[in-house]
DNA sequence: GTACTTGTTGAACG
DNA sequence: TCGTTCAACAAGTA
């Protein structure tokens, strides 16, 4: 599943080869990711250039000229990949982006939640607004007091659905909310309410130093996560618990346990976190 | 065949 | 108004 790292590798793999392109032809294949609203996704993006690529939490925003911009939620197994001249569309390949250099860029997605969308300058303001991010964890003016501030607003929610609320905190997902809640030595069922100051300052470390961890390793490749260039990343093999429920810890050999948060699956060490 | 998985959103509720 | 919980989306795997 893409989360922020992930979805930072791919941006930053197609920075480096769609900026400058030109669209000259789109297929839809499946038209449900890009919805009944943009009847002329088409004729809109034809002829147009592709001038900047960015990421906001877990969403890619494609910039192209004449005040036109597209955004890119890739949920679950979203991808988007990038080919030079032979066609690699598979059964999942939903849109496919020709460029006047005979190169494509395919959007799969098997599970379908992900979406392609259409928006000027001031309509995607406005969207990003509605979607109202929480600050980004990587930036720099995300600082501990900031953090502090999230947990005493949200005292009775654990910990780890709090890391994945994208309202709180942008970009943690399943993956990193888990590892983060390891690396820290903190139960994921722990109130935010309940962690001492050194507690919320070793989470917010561990957030960080995950998050730039995998950056580093090109994402985790867990599910259907590839990047523009259609590799896998190798961050899925540093993983402590995520996915590891019945294996032993690597710190302390334990067996990993699961419990379920908020509906979806926590894996964490009784014995290292407390 | 059945249960389970995932990120996000919007509705329902207190 | 605000926070919390939960169903819904789709399609694959165990």
């Not at 300058?121 to 999230?150: A, H, Q, V």
């Amino acid at each position: 599943m893409p989360e922020l790292p992930e979805v930072e590798t791919i941006k930053r793999g197609l920075e480096k080869k769609i900026i400058g392109q030109k669209i000259s032809r789109i297929d839809i294949l499946d038209a449900k990711p890009v919805g009944s609203s943009n009847k002329n996704f088409k004729n809109k993006l034809k002829g147009r250039k592709i001038k900047s690529v960015k990421r906001r939490a877990k969403i890619l925003i494609i910039g192209f000229d004449s005040d036109l911009f597209m955004i890119v939620h890739l949920k679950i197994t979203g991808q988007l990949v990038y080919h030079k001249k032979n066609d690699q569309h598979n059964k999942y390949t939903r849109v496919i982006f020709y460029f006047t250099d005979q190169t494509k860029l395919y959007f799969n997605d098997m599970r379908k939640f992900g979406y392609l969308k259409l928006f000027n300058k001031t309509e995607l303001e406005k969207e990003l607004k509605r979607l109202d991010f929480g600050p980004e964890p990587l930036s720099s003016d995300f600082r501990l007091k900031n953090f502090r501030e999230i947990l005493k607003k949200r005292k009775n929610k654990p910990i780890k659905p709090l890391l994945m609320d994208p309202r709180l905190i942008a970009g943690i997902g399943n993956i990193y909310a888990s590892e983060a809640c390891f690396l820290a030595g903190i139960r994921p069922s722990r109130r935010a309410g309940t962690l001492t100051k050194k507690e919320s300052e070793k989470i917010f470390k561990a957030v960080k130093k995950v998050l730039k961890k995998s950056l580093k390793y090109g994402g985790t490749s867990a599910d259907a996560y590839i990047n523009a260039e259609g590799k896998e990343g190798d961050f899925e093999k540093m993983l402590y618990v995520y996915g590891r429920r019945g294996e032993k810890c690597k710190k302390c050999q334990a067996e990993i346990k699961s419990i379920k948060q908020a509906g979806r699956g926590t894996y964490f060490c009784s014995n290292c976190q407390k």
